[in-house]
């Protein structure tokens, strides 16, 4: 075998796989590689890094490549891999946390809206106690694509609210304190 047709080697680093670990409070390392995740996973077609061979990296401490993929930014946080993980590992949640381990270091999401949509969903649900689809689409919509998106999209949204699919004003919470609470706990822990 020629030297340009060896293997690549890689060296472990168990720093991620260690950081991961401790923010989500999930064992990365009990994965055996079974494939179920990606088995199970509705949205691999769009992924550069499968679940599993994602696991595997976190694994081995390639920060550069699963911090840079396009498959924490893609994951549908559905929970089938989590469902289906022999080993009870929240697949989902470790996913969230490398999301969150990347906008930390600064590292710039692959999947441009992504980020937007979590930042529009999350301050529906801070507002409003729970998401109000109207406000939420705005939102996301000044911040994905400006004013000309907005009206672009301003035909279906007049449809959609004529049909009762939107409502006009949010429905209020009764617990939207505690709601509100949540939120600067997580703030308070660095979430």
Do not use: Y
């Not at 559905?78 to 697949?91: A, L, V």
């Amino acid at each position: 075998m020629t030297p340009s047709k060896l293997p690549q080697l890689i060296a472990p680093n168990s720093s991620l796989r260690k950081q991961v670990d401790e923010m989500s409070g999930e064992k990365v390392s009990a994965c055996f590689q079974c494939e179920k995740c990606t088995n199970g996973c509705p949205v691999t077609f769009a992924m550069d890094i499968v679940p599993h061979k994602l696991m595997r990296c976190v694994n081995l401490g390639l920060r550069d490549e699963v911090l840079n993929s396009d498959t924490i930014w893609v994951c549908a946080s559905c929970e089938t891999c989590t469902t289906r993980c022999p080993n009870d590992i929240d697949i989902a949640h470790i996913m969230d946390t490398l999301r969150q381990i990347s906008q930390r270091e600064g590292i710039e999401a692959s999947q441009k809206n992504v980020p937007l949509f979590h930042s529009a969903f999350l301050s529906s649900v801070k507002r409003h106690g729970r998401v109000h689809e109207m406000t939420m689409a705005i939102d996301f919509t000044l911040k994905s694509q400006g004013l000309k998106g907005l009206l672009g999209q301003a035909g279906m949204g007049l449809d959609m609210f004529k049909k009762g699919k939107l409502k006009l004003l949010p429905t209020q919470l009764g617990a939207n304190s505690q709601v509100r609470n949540i939120f600067k706990k997580a703030k308070r822990k660095g979430r």
